[in-house]
């Protein structure tokens, strides 16, 4: 394809080929230079012989078409693409960092590394998926992790962009990714959904926790096809100190229905970054693989329910946000966090698939820590944790789709904001009072959430009924009349 | 460069007006009109007029089947589009008809083609309505990019080399790029009688430098345009599909 070679020296529309970084099954890649860039730059080009493999070729057309469409940290800064009937090639920000690759030698790791990193993964999906973009080949030499902190995704030769045309779908028909990673829905031919990249990453979380595959190297269709029915041996019982909540999430991640993971990749990070908050189920606490009989069930349903299309993107996450509600626990009548509950309730009508973090401050003085008691020496954050659980008992809502969390911080608005921030929420709501002592205070912590927290922000407020409205007025005045 | 491409505009006023207007707040510098200037709406000689002026500032203007029902044969015509055709004659003068005759089927300009109908037989004014038409169009060519219209709902098809035409309908006015190594058969939907359930006037924008196409829509006063089309006493399907784009 390429008209001349790449080579060290060598200048391809204005870019200096410097050293060759890497060169591996599908692309190489070459360290670049142009005057007027000044950040490290690659230039990755296909390496394609005569008569080579097709899916090489559309898989860096697709590229070509994706990744210039990203914007953010959680993927290469796209420079340049090269025209494909000419000198087919891709320009990116150089990515400093190591990729997730060599961790597997190390597994089993950690716990709290795992969770840490299965949030950073989950964090950087949820920002793509928010751009119509699936990756389709979530592993981990796909993803790299930059020295301040947050996962890039790399290589979306695979990828899907919902408002781009599929040229990878249209043209193949075998199932498309890498073999111990790729999802039950993939294997049937299923390239739009989100939820993919879910169980790709649940492969990965599941070989940190166990050092070991889910679901072995399969090398062959059949074998491949073993994942729709057969569910792996749970994290527990290859290593006994895998907490119930680690393989709750994991196991969830990698059910072969969509429908039962994770619905979105910002609730997945919610629950890595809140471990043990989300309730355990069944799933959590299994030490053993389904029985036959549920293998057998599942086998069958499968085949009378032919692999569907997902819902669009978008539709999939507008469903199911994450929703803080910020609940004033004050003690005097005038706290508006019945009003706060009943906007609560008419949401989670609207979005059944939504997550609740109900959240408190617990305000601490800047000076003096002796806050953890109070006068009767019970353990106010724990306290407040069961009044925030009261608070949304009437809200009953199923299990799983509320938690809690109490806050400390002598600054209740950045506390607020912090919260929204790294949990992704989506819709923060907040009550206001109307009458209060307070009232400029928790004003100013309201505006300050509105104003800086990344999110919607709805302020709930109760009727102030000490305003006489015009009609009550009148007839106020009428009735000093007559009495008059 | 910008290239703003309309086709079907069928001789609604207020839908032309409207994509006129969008395609310059993006910042278009040329206009390809893929044909139908006429037919169905109650606006021809305004539409034609206009056309004529783009086409005397660098404009190409293609022929449409129905611009040439105009001084030719309405055989192939169903009822209504018959009974629009012979309002339309009587409401063009003679240098307006003389404008239509001489428009020419296909424009080319280096590996890209403007057709109205499809590239195979652009006398035949064939309806692409699957693959296996878009495939015929694609590869009756060698422009790597075709740009048509005459079907009124929009579609993007692709062909690699060795391999059969697929398609991609548009879903958002996000750019689209078009790579080199294939062909595409880009098929506009429609600025007059849009048909793909969505009743906004419907456009491209084509991006020379990226060779990226955008599907655009814009909202239009539908209401006006129906009710021109009642006044005229033209078949009242013609200005109710208008409401629901179909």
């Known amino acids: 394809m390429a008209r001349e070679p790449l080579a060290t020296g060598a200048t391809v529309d204005g870019f200096l080929i410097g050293e060759k970084l890497h060169s591996g099954g599908m692309a190489a890649l070459w360290e670049v230079t142009r005057s007027d860039i000044d950040y490290p730059i690659v230039l990755k080009a296909p390496q394609i012989q005569d008569g080579d493999d097709a899916t090489a070729i559309v898989s860096f057309e697709m590229e070509q078409m994706i990744l210039p469409q990203l914007t953010g940290v959680h993927a290469p800064r796209c420079v340049a693409v090269g025209d494909l009937a000419r000198q087919p090639y891709i320009v990116m920000e150089y990515v400093p960092g190591h990729s997730l690759l060599p ?68 043209e193949f028909r075998l199932p498309i990714g890498t073999g111990p990673y790729i999802s039950p829905e993939q294997v049937r031919g299923v390239r739009s ?11 990965m979380l599941y070989h940190f926790a166990t050092g070991q595959r889910p679901f ?22 290859i290593r006994a100190d895998t907490p119930e909540w680690l393989q709750e999430i994991i196991l969830r991640c990698l059910e072969s229905d969509p429908g039962l993971r994770h619905p979105t990749a910002a609730q997945l990070a919610f629950d890595l970054q809140n471990p043990g908050e989300a309730p355990i189920t069944a799933r959590g606490r299994k030490t053993q693989r389904d029985s036959l ?81 109070d006068e009767q020496g019970r353990n106010i954050h724990v306290q407040r944790l069961v009044e925030l659980r009261e608070w949304a008992r009437p809200l009953g809502l199923p299990e799983g789709q509320a938690t809690f969390h109490v806050l400390e911080s002598p600054d209740t608005a950045g506390a607020l ?68 | 460069m910008l290239i703003a491409i309309m086709s079907d505009m069928h001789g609604n006023r207020e839908a032309f007006d409207a994509c006129l207007a969008h395609a310059q707040r993006q910042g278009v510098e040329r206009y390809v009109l893929l044909g139908d200037l006429v037919g169905y709406g109650a606006d021809p000689g305004y539409v034609v007029d206009l056309a004529r002026r783009m086409q005397d500032s660098g404009a190409v203007v293609l022929l449409g089947n129905h611009d040439e029902a105009i001084s030719g044969s309405t055989a192939d015509m169903n009822e209504y589009a018959r009974a629009a055709i012979e309002w339309t004659r009587c409401r063009l003068d003679v240098a307006q008809k003389k404008f239509l005759r001489d428009l020419p089927r296909t424009h080319r300009e280096g590996d890209v083609l403007y057709v109205h109908s499809e590239a195979s037989d652009p006398r035949a004014w064939i309806y692409v309505t699957n693959s296996a038409d878009a495939e015929r169009s694609m590869r009756a060519t060698d422009a790597r990019i075709t740009f048509c219209g005459h079907v009124h709902r929009p579609l993007l098809y692709h062909l690699a080399p060795g391999k059969q035409a697929a398609p991609f309908t548009p879903n958002s ?17 429609a600025v007059g009688q849009p048909r793909d359930h969505n009743p906004c006037a419907a456009y491209a924008i084509f991006d020379t430098e990226r060779r990226a196409v955008a599907w655009l829509r814009t909202p239009y006063d539908i209401e006006r345009a129906a009710q021109k089309i009642k006044n005229a006493r033209l078949p009242a399907i013609l200005s109710a599909r208008l409401y629901v784009g179909r």
Not at chain 1, 143 to 163: M, N, T
Not at chain 1, 327 to 347: C, F, M, N, Q, Y
Not at chain 1, 468 to 476: E, N, Y
Not at chain 2, 173 to 185: D, K, Q, V
Request: charged fraction near 20%; glycine fraction near 4%; proline fraction near 7%.
């Open chain 1, 103 to 170: 961790l597997l030698d190390k597994a089993p790791l950690p716990i709290a590394d795992i969770a840490d990193l299965g949030a950073k993964c989950a964090i950087a999906l949820d920002a793509i998926h928010r751009q119509h973009v699936i990756h389709l080949d979530i592993k981990p030499s796909n993803v790299l992790i930059r020295d301040s902190g947050e996962a890039v995704l790399i290589d979306f030769g695979l990828s899907h962009h919902e408002l781009m045309p599929d040229l990878l779908a249209e």
């Open chain 1, 193 to 203: 959904d989100p939820r993919s990249d879910l169980f790709s990453l649940g492969v």
């Open chain 1, 216 to 237: 072995g190297y399969p090398r062959t269709k059949s074998a491949l096809r073993a994942r729709l029915w057969r569910d792996p041996v749970p994290p527990r019982a």
């Open chain 1, 293 to 373: 009989a549920t293998m057998l069930r599942r086998r069958w349903r499968l085949h009378s329910t032919p692999a569907r299309a997902a819902l669009p993107i978008a539709e999939q996450i507008e469903a199911a946000p994450i929703v803080m509600a910020a609940v004033d626990l004050g003690d005097d009548l005038t706290t508006p966090s019945d009003v706060l509950r009943e906007t609560v309730a008419r949401i989670l009508r609207a979005l059944p698939g939504a997550r609740l973090a109900c959240v408190n401050v617990l305000r601490l003085n800047r000076i003096g820590a002796n806050y953890v008691l």
């Open chain 1, 417 to 484: 904001i912090d919260y929204a921030r790294v949990n992704r929420v989506d819709h923060a709501i907040l009550g206001a009072r109307a009458r209060s002592p307070l009232l400029r205070l928790v004003g100013s912590v309201a505006s300050r959430v509105i104003a800086e927290a990344p999110c919607t922000v709805t302020l709930v407020r109760a009727p102030d009924l000490s305003v006489a409205d015009p009609a009550t007025a009148a007839d106020g005045a009428s009735d000093s009349w007559k009495n008059g």
């Open chain 2, 173 to 189: 006015a996000l750019p689209i790029p078009l790579s080199a190594t294939r062909h595409w058969l880009a098929v506009l939907g």
